[in-house]
């Protein structure tokens, strides 16, 4: 496709239960980025994957939060066990470098 | 502790008029800013962007001003269009021309251009 392509566009779960948020990037944008807005707030970066090296974690909020890029290009982020402090838009990003171009966002709500 | 601040969550204006977004960082290491422009249920896009060795760049009716001194950078809009109605977010980075471009964002200011 021609853009970033997150799914779910909207996802309601129950406190507890574990989450996985699907990120499709633009083909050959080597960097992927994920970031989180919360109600009120900022893009809060969260993670962010370059190539081959090593994933930049620095922006995780627990480890109940993890992510893969699997092959250089669909990523995954998993939220484990979770709160209703959780809920936001998560925000996928790719980049070939520079500016980014983001995807439409999964609306996570936690029950 | 918020390194990228904007301290109007929201600002109206006439169309036609000038729009004034403002933005201010605390972090000194910032050399690379920008801004995005986000619709409800759509995902941030990229606006206009400034590096540090300059003090303006202009973009058809978007232009971005920094002061670096002040730490302060705006965005003006000339002549405001009701669909330039969106929030819009100021980011920064500490690339210096490296690979990572994690960026650091405002809060957010929601324009809303009145017809």
């Known amino acids: 496709g021609a853009g970033v392509s997150q799914s779910p566009s909207n996802k309601v779960t129950e406190k507890g239960k574990d989450v996985e948020l699907r990120c499709d990037p633009i083909s050959g944008h080597t960097a992927l980025y994920w970031y989180r807005q919360s109600l009120g707030q900022g893009l809060e970066f969260l993670i962010y994957?370059?190539?081959?090296?090593?994933?930049?974690k620095s922006g995780l909020p627990s480890d109940r939060f993890s992510a893969e890029r699997t092959g250089g290009s669909v990523s995954t982020l998993t939220i484990q066990r979770t709160q209703q402090e959780d809920s936001a838009v998560y925000l996928c990003?790719?980049?070939?470098?520079?500016?980014?171009?983001f995807g439409s966002g999964t609306r996570l709500t936690v029950v | 502790d918020q390194q990228v601040k904007q301290n109007s969550p929201s600002l109206s204006v006439q169309e036609g008029r000038i729009s004034i977004l403002n933005c201010d960082y605390t972090n000194s290491m910032f050399d690379y800013f920008l801004w995005y422009k986000k619709y409800p249920a759509e995902g941030p896009t990229f606006l206009i962007s400034i590096s540090s060795i300059k003090d303006k760049n202009e973009d058809g009716r978007f232009t971005v001003f920094l002061n670096k001194s002040a730490k302060h950078l705006s965005l003006h809009i000339v002549p405001s269009q009701p669909g330039d109605s969106a929030v819009y977010f100021c980011a920064a980075s500490g690339n210096s021309g490296g690979s990572n471009y994690k960026l650091t964002f405002g809060k957010g200011t929601l324009l809303t251009v009145n017809p």
């Open positions: 990003a790719s980049s070939p470098s520079g500016s980014y171009t």
């Open positions: 994957f370059q190539g081959n090296s090593a994933p930049d």
